[in-house]
């Protein structure tokens, strides 16, 4: 009798122990590179909501996932993944054994409250029915951000402390996107190429997306935007407040051309 009680105790001080590691996991996750959102609830996990679901269980240094298969629900596909949390809201997942292929996720209500915690600025948009969720291609935009930290104002890109470098921006996001760019140019029928440069295809595609607090008087956005227009990029959108939803994809954004 005192061997099973003193069992039983063992499993539940291993049961508490395992599920305070998971208690620290619990939440929604999203990768600095903008394209993967992980969700850990009690008792699944989500990958981009609706891609890819199963169920999970996590020690001091690993994650245990049962993945259900796409197109055969009585197919289980285990992975195992090294993980270390190093603050509350940053997880570093590791896919290799060796470490060599890892990514960095943050913890964040929703992807808005993502972006204004992966840049370091505190914004609270407003609302505009007007707005609608934006059709253009996340990853040829570039995130400006006129918001406060402390306190003070702060008018930056997601790539720059402020707004004097935006050659180097398009650069940046020129150099993240330049395989996806060629190769859906190369996609296009030549009579279209002739008719159409890739440097000039490449600037059609590119835009600005503006994220601003609502407090910022109305002369300090017109006079970002006349400087954004300044610039070889000439699309600009502003974000405004939406609600994410599991059947939008969690990256789009509701937006206003200007």
């Known amino acids: 009798m ?38 850990y609830t009690t008792d699944s996990i989500f990958v981009n909501d609706i891609t890819r679901k199963g169920t999970w269980k996590a020690d001091k240094n690993q994650i245990t996932c049962n993945w259900i298969h796409h197109f ?25 054994k060796d470490s060599s292929k890892q990514e960095v996720f943050l913890r964040s209500a929703n992807f808005i409250d993502y972006l204004f915690k992966k840049n370091d600025i505190n914004i609270n948009l407003e609302k505009n029915h007007n707005a609608k969720y934006s ?22 890109s997601e790539y720059s402390k402020n707004l004097d470098n935006l050659d180097y921006d398009i650069e940046s996001i020129l150099k993240e996107n330049s395989p996806f760019l060629k190769n859906e140019y190369d996609d296009f029928h030549d009579s279209f190429k002739k008719r159409v440069s890739f440097n000039k295809w490449v600037k059609m595609n590119l835009y600005y997306s503006i994220f601003v607090d609502k407090k910022i008087p109305q002369h300090i956005v017109d006079s970002t935007v006349k400087k954004l227009k300044n610039s070889s990029i000439q699309r600009i959108y502003r974000a405004y407040k939406a609600k994410e939803s599991r059947y939008i994809d969690f990256y789009k954004i509701k937006e206003v051309k200007l």
């Open 135 to 156: 059709k253009t291609e996340n990853k040829y935009g570039i995130k400006i951000f006129i918001g406060y930290k402390n306190d003070s104002l702060i008018i930056k």
């Open 72 to 96: 055969q629900e009585d197919s289980i596909i285990k992975n195992e993944y090294l993980y270390q949390l190093i603050h509350r809201n940053r997880i570093v997942l590791f896919y290799e």
């Open 2 to 39: 005192k061997k099973l009680l003193l069992l039983a105790l063992i499993s539940i001080l291993f049961y508490n122990c395992n599920n305070r590691y998971e208690k620290s996991i619990i939440g929604t996750w999203y990768s600095l590179d903008e394209k993967t959102k992980l969700t």
